[in-house]
């Protein structure tokens, strides 16, 4: 079982920025891959930025440039930098953390941290 606590979420100007981590614990030893999510009102979840165990990196469209993602080599903590946010990047931000892989994988998912960019 892994456990994850998001922190960092807050209310910042447009063009601001905002740093956003999370905590893991629990069998951390296993994770493999580590990722955050968003999910604005009325609209569906998207991924955010991934990074796997050999620190590739995969940013969705709208994060590239703006958005960087990072851990610690044990997999304790995971951060999204955030630079130049629009008012569109308002949401909930989510992180998760998946071990194993194919059909034994399991995602496990924090309770998220609330990002809101005033215009």
């Known amino acids: 079982q892994v456990q994850l606590v998001e922190s960092g979420g807050g209310l ?3 063009g601001g ?3 956003l ?4 614990t629990g069998t951390i030893r296993d994770i493999n891959t580590m990722a955050w999510y968003r999910q604005a009102p009325g609209k569906q979840r998207e991924l955010v930025a991934h990074i796997a165990t050999s620190n590739n990196t995969v940013y969705a469209d709208f994060a590239k440039g703006r ?3 990072s851990r610690d080599s044990a997999w304790s903590s995971v951060h999204l ?4 946010l629009k008012p569109e990047d ?4 989510y992180c998760t ?3 194993g892989w194919f ?3 399991t995602d496990y998912w924090g309770q998220g941290t609330q990002v809101t960019v005033s215009s």
Not at 21 to 24: H, T, V
Not at 81 to 84: E, G, I
Request: net charge positive.
């Open 12 to 14: 910042v100007q447009g």
């Open 17 to 19: 920025s905002l740093r």
């Open 21 to 24: 981590s999370c905590a893991a």
């Open 67 to 69: 958005f960087t993602i």
């Open 81 to 84: 930098q955030m630079h130049a």
């Open 90 to 93: 308002t949401g909930v931000y």
């Open 97 to 99: 953390a998946a071990t």
């Open 103 to 105: 059909a034994s994988r």
